[in-house]
């Protein structure tokens, strides 16, 4: 049986002037996660996406004036696979090193009061950001992934909002119940009627009212003024409902900024993604004008922000 290859090699050439391609391409290489084995070689572990990834930056050293070449390979003699996994795991080590450096710093700690959160969180959100970019080419699990996970969880735990109220809501008691909202479904309600129907209530039954309809017996109210589930404070509905089931998954957290900033409009966290996610729920508005089709409609985009947002695959 033939034995495949475990290894992608891109051996390149650059002109010598001008310099800054030579700094240019070597962050091209970094960000791929590539390490170099001999001058102007580099490896990344065989696969398709390293494939394609190889393939690009070889069009553009070519589009430079430079040459390169791609090759499948299996190392025999001179340096061992093992050896090769040590260096990429030692680049990746330092990464989460780095990453680690910066969240030991004293300004990410816990602030003294809600007031004082922006600077922090927004350090937090960077250093989420560069954690999931490191994890995405630790392609060999490097020893130092658990620590920085660790650390920067802690981190995040200690800029959590405090609960707005006890946490005695069970999903247990909320089951094929009839929730209610107002029509014309935006953001806070859309993506609330997502979490009830993912997350609280799997048959749950969505009807919609005015506000001045009087409350019926045995229905519950969302985002209403007078709703069982509504605002709190400076809280939007899905933020409310994250607390009251104590839905405490990071995921979730992360849909719940974005969800507070499009229904708010205050920029109190500024997701990258917020921007994204509110032309799709505009683009559902304008497609579905039932709201019970928009919600359904929404689900899909949902569930797929939720997955994005989960930790990366080992």
Same mark, same amino acid.
């Not at 300004?107 to 350090?123: H, K, L, M, V, Y």
């Not at 005015?210 to 899905?238: I, K, M, N, S």
């Not at 405490?248 to 997701?271: Q, S, T």
């Given at each position: ?19 800054? /391609? ?27 996406? $390293? ?35 040590? /260096? ?19 300004? #990410? ?6 007031? #004082? ?60 119940? #009839? ?13 609330? !009627? ?38 709190? !404070? ?17 995921? /979730? ?26 032309? /799709? ?32 695959? $080992?």
């Amino acid at each position: 049986m033939q034995n495949l290859a475990e290894w992608l090699l891109l051996i390149h050439l650059l002109p010598a002037k001008p310099d800054y /391609l030579r700094v240019k391409i070597w962050r091209r290489l970094q960000g791929l996660g590539a390490v170099a084995i001999k001058n102007s070689v580099y490896v990344l572990p065989a696969g398709e996406r $390293s494939r394609e990834d190889l393939q690009w930056l070889q069009k553009e050293i070519e589009a430079l004036g430079g040459e390169a070449s791609i090759c499948e390979a299996r190392f025999v003699d001179g340096v061992s696979d093992a050896q090769i996994r040590e /260096l990429f795991n030692a680049a990746r080590d330092a990464d989460y090193a780095q990453l680690i450096e910066q969240l030991r710093e004293p300004s #990410t700690g816990a602030p003294a009061d809600e007031s #004082t959160i922006d600077e922090p969180r927004q350090r937090l959100r960077k250093a989420r950001k560069r954690f999931e970019q490191i994890v995405a080419l630790d392609y060999f699990g490097a020893s130092g992934r658990g620590a920085c996970a660790a650390l920067l969880a802690e981190r995040e735990a200690a800029l959590r909002p405090q609960p707005i109220a006890a946490r005695a809501a069970s999903a247990h008691g909320y089951r094929s119940r #009839t929730w209610v909202t107002r029509p014309d479904v935006g953001i806070d309600r859309i993506a609330s !009627a997502w979490l009830i129907q993912r997350h609280i209530d799997a048959e749950a039954r969505f009807v919609f009212a005015a506000e001045q309809d009087p409350p019926v017996d045995g229905q519950l109210r969302f985002d209403t003024t007078q709703g069982e589930f509504t605002h709190v !404070a400076d809280r939007c509905t899905f933020e409310v409902l994250l607390d009251r089931f104590g839905l405490d998954d990071p995921a /979730l957290a992360m849909i719940g900024r974005i969800v507070h900033d499009l229904d708010f409009k205050d920029g109190k966290f500024g997701e990258d993604e917020a921007p994204g996610v509110a032309r /799709l729920i505009d683009g559902l508005r304008r497609m579905q004008p039932d709201d019970v089709a928009r919600i359904s409609a929404a689900g899909a985009v949902f569930d797929a922000l939720l997955a994005s947002f989960q930790p990366p695959l $080992s």
